[in-house]
């Protein structure tokens, strides 16, 4: 099947290549979240490209609980988890996103892998895999994973060194709380970003209505 506006400049030769969201959704398999962040030609009209948002955990991690560790994949709501503060906080929902990773994916999808003991103390007491975009707390601070990229200890995956799948998992609480991830001070989710690039988010309408969000 075809996808996009190609156009060309029969004075130079260039090509142009220009989709829609749309098109570039469906040919990527991916409904992600779409944030807007430029300009693209498209056709006789201007339209907006694509920039990927993932902020979540890679399946795999361990999270905190009350009777020890556990998958973040294995959690469901209702469960208990810990928050770095030693209180027993309820899972409100879990966004889950599968990836598929193919030639089109972008580089945005990467997680980023915390390697044990990169950050002290250490912690995290075993590798973390997480999305850039993801808060951890370093020095009381919310920093996201891809901001302390260092090449070494913390460094990007590549995604040809990730399975043709993969899934990201967020938490979230009530509150804005921190939990443990191998360890390691993490948010959960912020209500803010909102819910509907996640593959489950009719679930988190179906429990609660609407979805909820702190930006005004």
């Known amino acids: 099947m075809f996808f996009g506006n190609l156009s060309v400049d029969l004075q130079t030769g260039n090509m142009n290549w220009s989709f829609t969201v749309a098109e570039?959704?469906?040919?990527?398999g991916q409904n992600y979240d779409v944030y807007f962040v430029g300009k693209y030609a498209n056709q006789n009209s201007d339209s907006d490209l694509?920039?990927?948002?993932?902020?979540?955990?890679?399946?795999g991690t361990m999270i905190a609980t009350p009777a020890g560790e556990t998958e973040v994949e294995k959690l469901a709501i209702g469960d208990l988890i810990t928050s770095a503060d030693g209180r027993s906080v309820p899972v409100k929902w879990i966004g889950r996103k599968l990836i598929t990773n193919h030639v089109?994916?972008?580089?945005k999808a990467a997680p980023v892998r915390v390697a044990a003991g990169a950050l002290g103390g250490g912690?995290?007491?075993?590798?973390l895999l997480l999305s850039a975009d993801h808060g951890l707390i370093v020095a009381g601070m919310v920093v996201n994973a891809g901001a302390l990229v260092n090449g070494g200890t913390i460094c990007f995956v590549d995604l040809a060194d990730m399975p043709s799948e993969f899934t990201y998992y967020h938490i979230e609480t009530e509150a804005h709380d921190e939990i443990l991830a191998n360890g390691l001070r993490a948010e959960t989710l912020v209500d803010y970003i909102g819910r509907k690039?996640?593959?489950?988010?009719?679930?988190?309408?179906?429990?609660?209505?609407?979805d909820r969000s702190s930006q005004k």
């Open 197 to 210: 690039g996640f593959d489950n988010y009719a679930e988190y309408l179906d429990l609660y209505g609407c």
């Open 123 to 127: 912690l995290p007491h075993s590798d």
């Open 104 to 107: 089109m994916l972008s580089d």
């Open 24 to 28: 570039l959704q469906q040919f990527a």
């Open 50 to 59: 694509l920039k990927l948002v993932i902020t979540c955990f890679l399946d």
